[in-house]
């Protein structure tokens, strides 16, 4: 699989869930499956991780820093209102 077939497929499936997205009537979520990029795969699957040496050796990272400083985007945290 090349780059370039790679791309289409990407782009061909996240206009499918947000058609999906905008066709049960959620507009908002829509919009943000549409403004969603491939390059956002990389920090997700490391913010996802609970462990963050395992995320580092995913990632290929000699220094967990490089991790937790880039490519970790994850919140605090809270407990609900109500």
Do not use: C, W
Request: proline content about 4%; glycine content about 8%; charged content about 30%.
């Amino acid at each position: 699989m090349t780059k370039g077939m790679l791309r289409l497929r990407f782009v061909e499936a996240r206009k499918n869930a947000a058609d999906a997205a905008r066709a049960s009537g959620d507009e908002p979520f829509s919009k943000h499956l549409l403004a969603f990029q491939f390059r956002d795969l990389r920090p997700k699957g490391a913010s996802e991780m609970e462990n963050l040496g395992d995320a580092s050796k995913l990632l290929g990272h000699s220094d967990q820093q490089i991790t937790k400083t880039v490519y970790r985007r994850v919140g605090e945290s809270v407990k609900p209102v109500k």
